[in-house]
């Protein structure tokens, strides 16, 4: 919050010159609430992983608006700070090169550059700011390890940390060359993933649960042996993923089509 204000306040006169815009299409609005839904359900998969350290007094709704407000919060301040940002680059030559030579980071550097060293300073605190973001995925994914591989409870929990870090350090080498196309199908394959597997727990929890936490034994939890093989939510999650894929590639198919290809 500290650096997002440093950034206004360096940049407000720029940031007040914007380019005029056309209100956007349904095409443009559905794709971009699929992005930012992609990214924020995706705290439904980890939310347990985080909860489960509180205690079973905690009041619901409150444990509900703190993490709505915390999730809400931030993405509201960051999308409306972007969109002035985007509509301002085009007016601003220095921007404009920053962001042709470096991208998103070309921009903010252009912006905190009348900050000299202090500006500096700024982005790094805002490089560390996407290592945070980074966190509650990588103790999550070290947290799946043990939970898939029962004998990787013997493995202490910073080495998974460790190798899902090298992991996504290779993974990011090669989607940096494309970033925003590598972004925006990243997000869309959370999107898919997260909300088919939001949708299979809780039609199991209101559904044929009917809302009774009793019906879980949760002596088994960890039984590999005694819990359900799982071949419905199986099913359930990829089924779907088949069927969008099928209409994707007909669409693709009838767009080359119409083009003579």
């Not at 609005?29 to 079973?56: E, K, R, T």
């Not at 290592?131 to 493995?155: M, N, W």
């Not at 989607?175 to 949708?199: D, E, M, Q, T």
Request: proline share 5%.
């Amino acid at each position: 919050m500290f650096a997002l204000f440093c950034l206004v306040g360096y940049s407000h006169k720029q940031l007040a010159v914007q380019t005029p815009t056309t209100p956007p299409e349904a095409p443009a609005v559905v794709n971009m609430v699929a992005l930012m839904a992609g990214y924020m359900i995706s705290w439904g998969n980890v939310a347990g992983d985080f909860c489960v350290y509180m205690p079973p007094s905690a009041p619901k709704f409150r444990v509900f608006m703190y993490g709505l407000l915390g999730i809400c919060t931030p993405i509201i301040l960051l999308l409306t700070f972007g969109a002035a940002i985007g509509a301002s680059i085009s007016n601003n030559p220095t921007w404009l090169a920053g962001f042709e030579a470096y991208s998103t980071g070309g921009v903010l550097g252009a912006m905190l550059a009348p900050a000299g060293g202090f500006g500096k300073f700024i982005l790094v605190l805002l490089s560390f700011a996407v290592v945070g973001t980074c966190a509650r995925e990588i103790y999550a994914v070290a947290s799946d390890f043990q939970i898939l591989i029962p004998k990787a409870h013997k493995v202490l929990r910073f080495v998974c940390v460790i190798v899902t870090t090298i992991i996504v350090i290779g993974v990011s080498e090669g989607a940096i060359r494309s970033f925003y196309s590598s972004l925006k199908n990243f997000l869309f394959f959370i999107g898919y993933f997260s909300s088919s597997y939001v949708s299979i727990v809780l039609l199991e929890w209101w559904y044929f649960r009917k809302a009774n936490a009793a019906s879980y034994d949760h002596a088994i939890w960890d039984n590999a042996k005694e819990l359900p093989l799982g071949i419905a939510g199986t099913l359930a999650m990829f089924l779907p993923w088949a069927l969008i894929g099928e209409f994707t590639l007909h669409l693709i198919c009838s767009s080359l089509a119409d083009v003579g290809v």
